[in-house]
């Protein structure tokens, strides 16, 4: 069933407004009509199922049939903090880490961030959240992730420490486990990890993560790619505490 997601203010207690460019794809290229049935989200983790009432030039009226928490979203909120990679790289991350399930999406600016902002931010910030919303379509989340606005090595670094759980993977760490830092707290609610650009991290960065108390960890005897690294430990820390089941085992 098609889904689409609208903001709460479009939804009331029996009907729901669709008049975004969806209304576009609902009706030429879908060429849905009064009567079919569809699946709405209000992008707080509700989903509604929908039959269509009324379409016209530039809004799609829905019937509300019934309502019911997503399934689709972890127990725990996760954050990305990326460095700014270079070219199309952070429209992949954003879509694949959408796909796992990430909460938020917060672009940086460290040392050896070879991408520095060039008065387009605005344009970057807007394409990136599209590319969000049209991945979590395309993967039936219960909601849109959030894309901050791009942020500074430090404000990023003290928002990342206010996480239940935070960490930074870095290829020059040799001990430190993923697995101690996700399994050393119990009733997580937040977890939060920053990905360091192509060039890593400058070692004033390493410093900072150590006055903060956030742990480096290894990813293994790999160096993976920044493009690589936020999809494969959000993969991770989902399998060890963000999806599972209603008895406490991994799905």
Not at 112 to 127: F, H, Q
Not at 218 to 236: C, F, K, S
Request: hydrophobic share 35%.
């Amino acid at each position: 069933m098609p889904k689409f997601f609208v903001t709460k203010n479009k939804i009331t207690d029996r009907k729901i407004v669709i008049d975004t460019q969806d209304v576009k794809h609902v009706t030429r290229v879908l060429r849905l009509k009064c009567g079919d049935r569809i699946e709405v989200c209000n992008s707080e983790g509700m989903d509604y199922d929908a039959e269509i009432a009324e379409i016209t030039s530039d809004t799609v009226v829905c019937n509300i049939c019934g309502a019911h928490k997503s399934d689709t979203e972890p127990n725990i909120e996760v954050t990305l903090f990326q460095a700014i990679p270079k070219a199309a790289k952070m429209d992949y991350i954003i879509q694949k880490t959408t796909e796992l399930g990430i909460s938020r999406i917060v672009p940086c600016v460290t040392a050896r961030c070879v991408s520095k902002t060039d008065g387009r931010e605005e344009k970057k910030l807007a394409r990136w959240r599209k590319i969000a919303e049209e991945a979590g379509k395309q993967s039936g989340r219960g909601r849109i992730p959030e894309i901050y606005d791009i942020m500074s090595f430090d404000k990023a670094a003290d928002m990342l420490m206010k996480c239940d759980i935070a960490f930074a993977p870095y290829e020059c760490e040799q001990t430190g486990s993923l697995k101690t830092v996700l399994t050393s707290k119990v009733d997580v609610k937040t977890v939060g990890f920053m990905v360091g650009p192509e060039g890593g991290y400058d070692i004033s960065e390493v410093a900072a993560f150590q006055k903060k108390n956030i742990p480096t960890v290894t990813l293994g005897p790999r160096i993976l790619r920044t493009e690589t690294a936020g999809e494969a430990v959000l993969a991770m820390v989902m399998y060890e505490i963000g999806d599972i089941n209603k008895e406490g085992d991994n799905e």
